[in-house]
């Protein structure tokens, strides 16, 4: 069994905000799949399940809000016993422009707070990433600039498909073929 996650904030005003990019990859994938998240309070997260190649695979969406993703990580690798190399973290990089993805394996929380809350709750770093670009970030706070809505919603909808694209190859083939084909 596998557990990709899907990083953001859950509420209306936060829907389409930069800081979503996680949300939004996994609610598209959701979307081609015919998929339905529920929520799951225990878990705090939303949650779905389904099979993609047939392996099991879960989806979730921490309600936590982003500084503290990693308690519903947590929480949903403890309950299904699901091995750290076996979870697929997806989050926004303010260091990466706009339309590039960046797949690695492990890493620090380069001053995210939601894989930081990750790596604080499951005791490790050595877990994969989809990193989706969000930037180049403007003389603004980063606080501010994650919290604004993507300018140019075509370029999101691009972006959105190659990194579901991107994951589903990542699960086909592994995580260095994944990288050598998207980052």
Not at 40 to 69: A, G, Q, V, Y
Not at 151 to 165: G, I, N, Q, W, Y
Request: proline content about 3%; charged content about 25%.
């Amino acid at each position: 069994m596998k557990l990709i996650a899907g990083l953001g904030n859950i509420g209306e005003k936060y829907c389409f905000t930069r800081h979503n990019a996680g949300f939004m990859v996994v609610d598209k994938w959701a979307l081609q799949n015919n998929l339905t998240f529920k929520e799951d309070k225990k878990l705090k997260c939303l949650i779905t399940k389904f099979k993609f190649n047939d392996e099991d695979i879960l989806i979730i969406k921490p309600t936590t809000f982003m500084n503290l993703s990693g308690e519903a990580v947590s929480a949903v690798m403890n309950y299904y016993k699901i091995d750290v190399k076996d979870i697929l973290i997806i989050y926004d990089d303010i260091a990466i422009d706009l339309g590039r993805l960046r797949l690695r394996q492990n890493g620090s929380d380069g001053g995210h707070n939601g894989i930081k809350s990750i790596i604080k709750n499951i005791s490790s770093s050595n877990f994969a990433r989809l990193k989706v670009g969000i930037g180049p970030q403007p003389p603004i706070p980063s606080e501010r600039f994650v919290l604004q809505n993507f300018d140019k919603p075509e370029e999101l909808k691009s972006v959105l498909t190659r990194a579901v694209s991107a994951v589903e190859y990542y699960l086909t083939n592994g995580l260095e073929k994944a990288q050598n084909s998207f980052n």
